[in-house]
């Protein structure tokens, strides 16, 4: 029922940094916990970072603690993943989602970390 939209993948050597937003419209956006989820070629999704309505609880899983940082502007209804020291199993399709359980998925952002 809502929408959702992602930007800023791309190609970035290990180590780099990219910055994904997810523009949402449709839902009231600050009544619910927003996702990044990404998933690799061949294999099924994985559950990233998890944010709660109001941006003051977030939860993310071991291996992107400490370089990702899951954010959220409920005044632009938009939700953000900063990645840093990215490595190349960080390459995947990125997808946020609304809810849990998910009700909504955007239709995902590249991100390739290779040398």
């Known amino acids: 029922e809502g929408q959702l939209v992602e930007s800023g993948g791309g190609m970035v050597q290990p180590g780099g940094s990219l910055r994904l937003s997810c523009a949402a419209s449709?839902?009231?956006?600050?009544?619910?916990?927003m996702c990044w989820v990404r998933q690799a070629p061949g294999k099924g999704p994985e559950w990233v970072s998890i944010?709660?309505?109001?941006?003051?609880?977030?939860y993310y899983i071991d291996s992107i603690k400490g370089r990702f940082t899951i954010s959220r502007d409920n005044a632009k209804n938009t939700v953000y993943l900063q990645m840093n020291n990215l490595r190349p199993e960080d390459t995947a399709l990125y997808y946020c989602?609304?809810?849990?359980?998910?009700?909504?998925w955007g239709q995902g952002t590249q991100v390739t970390v290779s040398s």
């Open positions: 944010i709660g309505p109001s941006g003051a609880i977030a």
């Open positions: 449709g839902f009231t956006f600050s009544t619910w916990d």
């Open positions: 989602a609304r809810g849990r359980p998910v009700l909504d």
